[in-house]
């Protein structure tokens, strides 16, 4: 009886359990889809692929593309992967606009009216120096009208100045005013530091801490990095690095009315009131609470694009979502020499082309 | 994966060379056996082929290997199957993949008749396995999901009375647990058929 044996070793061996590792797809957050699905041509994005990788529209790096809440694009390019980690540059800004909108949801703040003099009470010295800037409040801070003096357009000296101090928002707030608060637009990414320690004091925990606790835990937003300034205040102008999928995620909240999986993370008033615009600073471009909008002038409106908004990191990290066609646009760069309105505003356009030509 | 089909052909050829064994004590012993198993109607059966099976609504060829202990009418057995060709399509796109697909598991049979030239046999197979989308570059495993089916099939057997035989299968193959982009279970289950060889391994005179 025993040499049966090989046959049941052959039975045990045949029927054998596979081991390997079952690797569950990452779709947790949106299904994926072909563009083919939604009406869209898939050649022509495969055009789009073949265009990036000539580099005509240097240095992309990745690009994931949102519709109807399936995945219908995403790839790498320059050697990138899906897990890398980025600095999304000054991109980083908008996560001050949308901490400020969960700190009123929290009852922090009451409300971006607030002076900041009241909420930063130990750079009393450096807010004395000019009894107007006393009267700088938060929501001047978002829309880029302190009227600080600051310049990182035309030349970086500000933005350098600020990064070689040891405490960012002493040497902001040193600034002297060039303008009235609530006056005249001037880009100040180095504003959001200001933010981020009104955060702070606001929370008693970093902006990092709480935007982990309140935006990230729950996005399943797990492998991130951010840096801060040498005295502790997080780096709210420029130091966050994401995931391109993670930075995605961001602007889907936002899209979906800060709604994330039956859980409200974000109140919708706020997200209407920062997503709107509030001034026009530019024929191109109005300004809600840190976020771009497009303004409808001939030529400088992409199609179906009028409730779309949008950040433009400097570096070609921009992100834009577009409720009218239920759009995300999440491009991945390092574009610095075109500053805000490169490569990667010129993408969108594109993309924005497809939809067109085949309704 | 790989561990199975490796698993399947040492014990197969470890009973070859038990059987073949030349010296006097093992002829003994294998003569005792041969004599056991004939006088038990216990036989030995394998088949090797090709499954066309349905595959993301086209029909695409998998390799196919059982082996099967017979016992008179009866028939028990392992079964292994491997998706051939290469499959290519957009997962995230424009990124297309190949999907690779393996599976093993037990088939049991049952002869329902048989004349001078054909035998005709109901098995079912119950295989378990995964299917993965894989880079064709690195040949990374992208995406992989455990996917398990039944398999309920008519075989005829025609030339019964040789050691090698021509067979042919029709059945139906149901996937479940599958959970890939791009494809469910639903895109590779349907009516299948089957053509091979079936070898009288040993003693299978049913």
């Known amino acids: 009886m025993k040499n049966i044996k090989p046959f049941f070793l052959l039975i045990l061996f045949g029927s054998c359990v596979f081991t390997n590792e079952n690797l569950a797809p990452d779709q947790q957050t949106w299904n994926y889809a072909l563009p083919n699905q939604f009406n869209l041509i898939n050649d022509e994005f495969i055009n789009l692929n073949e265009a990036i990788l000539n580099d005509e529209y240097k240095n992309i790096q990745a690009l994931v593309i949102i519709k109807d809440d399936q995945l219908i694009f995403e790839n790498y390019y320059l050697d990138q992967q899906r897990e890398d980690l980025n600095n999304i540059d000054n991109a980083t800004n908008i996560l001050t606009s949308i901490a400020i909108g969960m700190a009123i949801d929290d009852g922090y703040l009451i409300s971006i009216e607030t002076p900041i003099a009241d909420l930063l009470p130990e750079y009393e010295n450096e807010l004395s120096n000019d009894s107007l800037k006393k009267t700088i409040t938060i929501r001047q801070l978002l829309t880029h009208r302190s009227g600080l003096s600051w310049d990182e357009i035309v030349s970086e000296n500000d933005l350098e100045e600020m990064m070689n101090s040891d405490d960012w928002v002493k040497n902001l707030l040193k600034k002297p005013l060039d303008a009235i608060p609530g006056g005249r637009y001037n880009f100040n990414s180095g504003a959001s530091m200001i933010l981020s320690k009104i955060i702070q004091n606001l929370t008693n925990e970093t902006l990092s801490s709480y935007i982990d606790r309140r935006l990230f835990k729950a996005l399943e937003i797990e492998e991130w990095l951010w840096t801060a300034d040498p005295s502790g205040t997080t780096n709210a102008t420029n130091g966050l690095h994401l995931t391109q999928l993670d930075f995605t995620k961001i602007g889907y909240l936002l899209l979906k009315n800060g709604l994330w999986k039956d859980q409200v993370i974000l109140s919708e008033n706020w997200i209407y009131e920062s997503t709107t615009s509030q001034h026009q600073p530019s024929y191109s471009y109005s300004l809600g609470y840190l976020w771009f909008q497009f303004t409808e002038d001939q030529g400088n409106a992409p199609y179906n694009s009028k409730q779309t908004f949008y950040i433009p990191g400097q570096t070609g990290y921009h992100l834009y979502i577009n409720p009218e066609e239920n759009l995300i646009v999440s491009v991945g760069a390092t574009n610095y020499f075109y500053r805000l309105f490169g490569p990667s505003y010129w993408l969108y356009f594109v993309i924005m082309d497809l939809h067109r030509d085949h309704l | ?206």
């Open chain 2, 1 to 206: 994966m790989h561990k199975c089909y490796l698993g399947l052909l040492l014990c197969f050829f470890q009973y070859v060379i038990i059987a073949q064994q030349a010296d006097s004590l093992t002829q003994s012993k294998t003569n005792n056996f041969t004599h056991f198993l004939k006088k038990k109607n216990i036989g030995l059966t394998a088949f090797t082929g090709f499954d066309v099976t349905p595959t993301m609504e086209n029909f695409q060829k998998q390799i196919r290997l059982d082996i099967s202990v017979t016992h008179e009418r009866l028939s028990l057995g392992v079964t292994y199957s491997s998706l051939l060709g290469v499959l290519k399509q957009y997962v995230i796109f424009p990124n297309t993949y190949r999907l690779n697909a393996q599976h093993g598991g037990v088939i049991l049979g049952i002869r329902i008749f048989q004349s001078k030239w054909i035998k005709g046999y109901v098995n079912t197979a119950y295989h378990w396995g995964q299917m993965v989308w894989e880079d064709p570059v690195s040949k990374e495993y992208v995406f992989s999901s455990k996917s398990e089916g039944i398999k309920p099939e008519f075989e005829i057997t025609i030339y019964p009375e040789f050691w090698l035989q021509l067979s042919a299968k029709v059945g139906y193959q149901q996937i479940s647990k599958l959970d890939l982009p791009q494809i469910n279970s639903a895109d590779f289950s349907g009516f299948f058929y089957s053509l091979g060889l079936k070898l009288n391994l040993n003693n299978e005179k049913y």
